[in-house]
């Protein structure tokens, strides 16, 4: 976001807008009890009483591509020429290597609904090609390769509910934000053994998406496991004159290599030397043939595309054997499992501004509001003015369109969950009677589904979830805990302990600060003590994710004297060193959510 467009989707017109509350000791692991609730397994009507906007969201003000234009374009290089991911002026990769099916069987979309196809017009006019997975209703997954130092925002469309290549018929997405890992740049083997990316679609696609194998997997990848690899690449090897990208959607069954096997096999091509690195990486398929007959495998046009394992993403096709089909050589994979955590922050990101990073928002006694940017925190956009007439608000995409909603609950004890419609924002009555509910917090997915959730502590100490549908309702509510009712404040979006799922954490008035560790189902482990007392002068605790943009879920802390503090997760459920944010005082803010 560039400082002309700061704060220009920001303004928020407010009415009179409709309470905070409090956590203590320990969260059991037993039994889940359903329970009946007003609210549970019902999509409750909109709040007519209530009008006026939040302002256009950032994503919603952005220029979005013209898609008709830029595929007309695309198509047009298409015929003019593809490359298959092996972009011009990518940093060099093994010869031949990068991008990868041949063999396999031709199938249709219905096979396959979360395949999708990237395309991006290059500055020469050809057009470079990869394929992708839908694992959000606005997320794909990727390779790296694909992604980094290309402006896809400009220049790339995305292709979905289709087989065929460049479908006429398809109707294209824009890609809205972009991001690839850090550590990728393509010329070492450690450069290659960070291939994963992640882009933002500008609209949501209503098409079934793919789940990412748990963070630490070992069993998806144990030597003889059968996966399966999608793609739209090269089915003969690529140094066949009339070799071609597929124009049918293909998928083929591959067997996991062991890494001693892989590394042997790759490092006795003369030039994938070096490059396979074992723990980022890992071989599936047969030993190439040497000629096109007799080898199966992924090829140039396939890059990005998954290898599914048991229903889920365990691999991105990254690069392999030189010509795909030299003879010995693998197909190579990104291991998924080393990057789950690290790509799930991107998937569920709380992301208001559109610069990429989680933001915060603020409430000044006089109801003023503001949100401050992620990274540093030393810019704020008004949102307007008349918060004050509630003491709590959270930032979720409950309905997964890559806009953030609001859950908010009133002075008068109601909850709301406002929401951009796409013209417009709209305010939906969730529940009343809410204003002794101790604990709101929107930790995202806790159950496993992909979709995020609510979790409450209610006036007895007892901890409930409300399974979120991805449409904004929820499901029926059934409790995971109780005997918090001494915390002081409990906070999570996203993962403390880099294990992929959705933490807690919460502080005593005593000082003591302290984790949960979601289990992935709804319930959570032991309790994990930080600090026993090193946070008594903390006054307001936040969490809303990946702050910093380095991969793994942050903790923002306010203390008495005022000034806001970014803790920085480590991926392992501890903290980094304290970096103050902003460039003054905190302290006159009476809400942080």
């Known amino acids: 976001m560039n400082p002309a467009q700061r704060g220009s989707g920001m303004r928020r017109t407010r009415r009179n807008r409709l309470a905070t509350v409090a956590l203590a000791t320990t969260l059991a692991t037993g039994g889940v009890a359903a329970v009946s609730d007003a609210w549970a397994g019902t999509t409750l009507p909109a709040d007519a009483s209530t009008t006026g906007t939040l302002g256009t969201p950032a994503k919603a003000g952005q220029s979005r591509t013209d898609g008709s234009s830029l595929a007309a374009r695309l198509r047009a290089a298409a015929r003019k020429g593809v490359v298959g991911s092996g972009r011009p002026g990518a940093p060099k990769l093994p010869t031949g290597g990068i991008s990868r099916i041949i063999g396999g069987t031709p199938i249709s979309i219905g096979s396959a609904p979360s395949m999708v196809q990237l395309w991006y017009l290059l500055d020469d006019g050809t057009a470079m090609f990869c394929g992708g997975t839908l694992v959000a209703p606005d997320k794909v ?101 009339n070799a071609d990208l597929s124009p049918q959607l293909r998928r083929a069954t591959l067997p996991v290599v062991s890494d001693s096997a892989c590394a042997t096999a790759m490092n006795s091509l003369p030039d994938t030397k070096g490059y396979f690195a074992a723990g980022k990486m890992f ?71 559109g610069d990429g990073k989680a933001d915060l928002l603020v409430r000044t006694s006089s109801g003023q509001g503001y949100v401050y940017e992620g990274a540093t925190m030393r810019y704020r956009a008004s949102t307007g003015t008349g918060w004050n007439s509630f003491n709590k608000v959270l930032q979720t995409d409950l309905d997964r369109d890559g806009v953030n909603d609001l859950i908010e609950r009133g002075t008068n004890g109601s909850l709301y969950r406002e929401y951009w419609t796409g013209s417009d924002w709209t305010v939906a009555r969730l529940a009343t009677g809410w204003g002794t509910v101790r604990q709101i917090v929107t930790p995202g997915d806790l159950t496993g589904d992909y979709l995020p959730d609510l979790l409450t502590v209610d006036s007895a100490g007892k901890v409930w979830v409300y399974p979120g549908k991805g449409n904004g309702s929820f499901g029926s509510r059934f409790q995971v805990g109780s005997g918090l009712q001494g915390l002081s404040q409990l906070v999570g979006h996203g993962d403390f302990t880099g294990d992929g799922k959705a933490d807690l954490v919460g502080r005593t008035s005593a000082g003591a600060l302290y984790l949960w560790p979601g289990a992935g189902n709804g319930k959570f ?41 970014l803790y920085p997760g480590k991926g392992n459920g501890y903290f980094g060193a304290k970096i103050q944010m902003g460039t003054g005082s905190f302290g006159s803010y009476t809400l942080l959510g």
């Not at 460049?166 to 083997?189: E, L, M, Y």
């Open 283 to 353: 071989c599936a398929g047969k030993p190439a043939s040497g000629t096109t007959a007799g080898t199966l495998s992924s090829c140039h046009g396939d890059s990005g595309g998954p290898l599914v394992v048991n229903g889920r993403i365990a691999g991105i096709v990254s690069w392999g054997a030189p010509d795909c089909v030299e003879k010995g050589g693998y197909s190579v994979f990104t291991k998924l499992s080393a990057y789950t955590a690290t790509a799930l922050e991107r998937i569920t990101d709380t992301d208001f501004t």
């Open 141 to 241: 997954l990727t390779a790296a390769h694909c992604v980094a130092g290309l402006d896809w925002k400009s220049n790339g469309l995305v292709f979905y509910g289709t087989s065929t290549l460049a479908d006429p018929n398809a109707t294209p997405v824009g890609v809205w934000r972009q991001w690839s890992h850090p550590s990728f740049h393509g010329n070492t083997q450690d450069d290659l053994g960070n291939d994963v990316a992640v882009l933002t679609l500008d609209q949501p696609v209503r098409m079934p998406t793919t789940k990412l194998v748990a963070a630490g997997d070992t069993a998806s990848y144990a030597p003889g496991t059968t996966g399966t690899v999608y793609g739209w690449g090269l089915t003969t090897g690529a140094d066949d004159p």
């Open 525 to 565: 482990g032991a309790r994990r003590t930080l600090s026993s007392s090193g946070f008594k002068s903390a006054n307001a605790l936040a969490a809303v994710g990946d702050v910093n943009n380095d991969g793994h879920a942050d903790l923002l802390i306010r203390f008495t004297s005022g000034y806001l503090y």
